[in-house]
């Protein structure tokens, strides 16, 4: 949609409706009190207070989103452009401050100009403050979700409209830093179309859905039930029948063809068929969106994750996966250690790219920060080996409290093929390479990476949906295992573990 093109703009009182319970909604504003002023920005605020109907730029306060409590953070935007000055930046801090002592969720909807002009410098400044109440709610654990409405610049979205664990927007909304206003008053020259809207800049992976406000409340619950578990009672789990499944009694080589099958069920069918929910995510939030690995939040059964995992490509002419995926992991790394939730890994990679672009990417940098990052992460993870595990691009999703394999995994340094031509100067002997190297899951098992198989029957392209079935009862399982151990235990224990693989 171009910029150009006229957009509503969605009143406070039209949000609160929308996605709060009705007549739930409880307000914290207490008067404003504003700066000592000019008489001009006096007369400036009078008539604002008179057009919009309400005494400052934000409305705050909490209510019912689907029966449970959620703070509230909303701009007017009729009120002085949605501006924030120093009345606003209180009210938004107080209610951020509260939030996070009562341990409440936060939801923002700014629908802003930016600063106010007409207040200078310590308007911009208070940016900051409001910055540090949100890092203060975020480092207690808290949810913030930010539903970015038209419009959103300047100050406001390079501060806490852009700072949401999740952050989505109504569709066709102008979001940018610049106003294109001001950018045109500058250079005589309008802004380019079609940069600064929603769907754009979820095309370029710096926010994560287009989302209509009819949608909202149901995407505000889903993503609570993921991120605030403890409020439903978890039942204990009953052992699965995967846990006595043992190593495929085949070669690896023929393992390796087996999971080389399009038909093979990927990360999408795992969490379509085995997940009870899953919100996907998207990108980095920092420009960079990278086919190559999908990112979301998702429950299976009683137990609430992280997932991150390779994304199997559409079409064989698809590059591997770039440095952007391990960017867009990281992000999702730490978001499982703030929110404290645990982490899932999914590996099925047929190989990182090989590519200028993934090298000038800092693709080799990435694979390290990732391991770096998994081997300490503060938060329970699990790693699945789903399919193909090859190279750098594998290992770097790789480490975790516990590792649950498809009886047809594997794991390997290269493609045999790669190997075989490394020692043998021919792929001919990528069999021999396979076996010999102790690739396939009954070798990852005996050196004690694997902790729990999965059976396939003979082959999970037979029968996807029984298989993922079984799978997601492995992944909860294996969940609720390290999710009640110490973080600093569980990290011991990881470092422990790869340091003995392999050792008897």
Sequence with gaps: MATTEKMCHLTAAELLDAVVDEGSFFSWDTEPEQPVVSAEYARDLARARERSGVDESVITGAGLIRG???ALVVSEFSFLAGSIGHAAAQRIVAAVERATAEGLPLL????????RMQEGTLAFLSMVKITGAVRAHRKAGLPYLVYLRHPTTGGVMASWGSLGHINVAEPGALLGFLGPRVYEALHSVPFPQNVQVTENLFNKGLIDGVVNTASLADLVDRALRILMPHRYPVPSLAAPSTLSVSPAEVDAWTSIGITRQPRRPDLRQLL??????ALPLSGTGQGEKDPGLLLAL???GTQSCIVLGHSRPLRKDAPGMGPGSLREARRGMKLAEELRLPLLTVIDTA?????????EGGLAGEIARSLYDLIGLESPSVSVLLGQGTGGGALALLPADRTIAAQHSWLSPLPPEGASAIVH????FAPDMAEVQGVNVASLYASGLVDHIVDERD????????????????IEYELASV?????????AARGRKYSNLGVF
């Excluded at 990182?352 to 672009?357: K, N, R, Y």
């Excluded at 082959?459 to 996807?464: R, W």
């Design 108 to 115: 923002a909807g700014p629908a802003s100009g930016g600063t």
């Design 483 to 491: 999710a009640g151990v110490p973080i600093s235990k569980l990290v």
């Design 425 to 428: 100067r021919t792929t001919a």
């Design 298 to 300: 998702a429950r299976f």
């Design 68 to 70: 449970r409590q959620v």
């Design 351 to 359: 190989g990182a790219a090989l590519s200028q672009e993934a090298e």
């Design 459 to 474: 082959d999970a392209a037979l029968e996807p949906r029984e298989f993922c079935t079984r799978m997601a009862h492995a």
């Design 272 to 277: 379509k068929y085995g997940a009870t929910d």
